[in-house]
């Protein structure tokens, strides 16, 4: 059996193990100091029962694999893929902040009803900044297909990243297989997309519709979809579409609606066609102009008002305060 991590044990001779600080059903993240560069790392292993499956070492493998050919600002880097102690683990950038699911639970939680949702600019923020990210996963040739709020991370200085490709899949067909049993839906039931769910070939456009399901749950509280258990939710995504995010949040303003809407078409070749044509279109929808530039931060443009506001804000993940005009 394979040994679990344990603190202050040293790593390819390098990796110094601080504290665990995620954990997952198959594998599990740990804050650890690269003694060669000094600085802190996270380093994502499987966990001791995860080794002993071969499929799920594999995926774990190509995960790296897909991971160390992306670089991009959006994207969580890799710095190294180290096997060691019989464990295959690794490298990241260690990104202080919290992810948007800790986010929109502890809004559900102070609000009072059951509804988690952050403020418009920051949805947005989130949104453009996710959609690079996909594009350039996608130009790559890689879906994520799991793209989600616990799978989004954001800085303390408002940066949005996307991470976790465990399942993500090669779009080229002479890829190597994707290690995907028979009838077993890949990716999280609320945020599949409807050609996820009837296991049909998937392009970037099945990410874009589950990044339209994330800024639909930002903006109302919660996901248009539920059912009494995972199948059931899947299901019904295609069987109807979701309820109009208007009636669910007034609040929003009527530019932004359709975007979100068109990113929820049942129809993949509805969809928008790429990640920067999805940015282009929500900073459109925020500010008037389709040429804003995404900011240093990967969001709206940096000479807009919502960075300038944004800088003044308590959390921005909430955005202003209530008595900001």
Request: hydrophobic share 30%; aromatic share 4%.
């Given at each position: 059996m394979v040994a679990p991590f344990?603190?202050?044990?040293?790593?390819?001779?390098?990796?110094?193990?601080?504290?665990a600080i995620a954990h997952g059903g198959r594998a599990e993240v740990w804050l650890a100091t690269d003694t060669q560069l000094e600085r802190q790392v996270a380093i994502k292993a499987l966990k001791p029962h995860s080794q002993q499956d071969e499929v799920v070492v594999e995926r774990f493998r190509r995960e790296a694999r897909a991971l160390a050919v992306l670089n991009h600002p959006n994207i969580v880097p890799v710095y190294d893929v180290v096997d060691d102690r019989d464990r295959l683990y690794v490298v990241m950038r260690y990104v202080k902040g919290k992810r948007l699911r800790e986010a929109l639970d502890g809004q559900r939680k102070r609000?009072?009803?059951?509804?988690?949702?952050?403020?418009?600019?920051?949805?947005?923020h989130v949104g453009r900044s996710i959609a690079l990210a996909l594009k350039h996963a996608h130009d790559a040739n890689i879906v994520h297909r799991d793209v989600k709020p616990a799978n989004i991370l954001i800085e303390s200085d408002g940066k949005v990243l996307l991470t976790d490709f465990g399942i993500a899949k090669s779009m080229d067909p002479q890829s190597e297989s994707d290690l995907t049993s028979v009838n077993i839906m890949m990716g999280t039931a609320k945020y599949l997309a409807p050609e996820q769910v009837q296991g049909k070939p998937l392009t970037g456009r099945a990410d874009l519709y589950a990044l339209g399901l994330v800024l639909y749950e930002c903006l109302a509280g919660d996901v248009p979809f539920k059912g009494s258990n995972d199948q059931a939710t899947a299901i019904l995504r295609l069987q109807r579409d979701a309820t109009p995010l208007s009636a669910l949040a007034p609040h929003v303003p009527h530019e932004l609606v359709p975007v979100i809407h068109t990113l929820l078409r049942r129809n993949p070749d509805s969809r928008y066609s790429s990640g920067d044509e999805v940015s282009l279109a929500l900073a459109t929808a925020l500010t008037g102009s389709p040429d804003a530039p995404p900011s240093a931060m990967g969001g709206v443009t940096a000479k807009s008002p919502v960075d300038k506001r944004r800088a003044h804000w308590p959390d921005p993940l909430l955005g202003p305060p209530a008595t900001d005009s």
């Open positions: 344990e603190p202050q044990t040293l790593l390819g001779g390098r990796y110094l193990l601080e504290k609000s009072g009803e059951g509804r988690g949702t952050i403020s418009v600019d920051m949805a947005v």
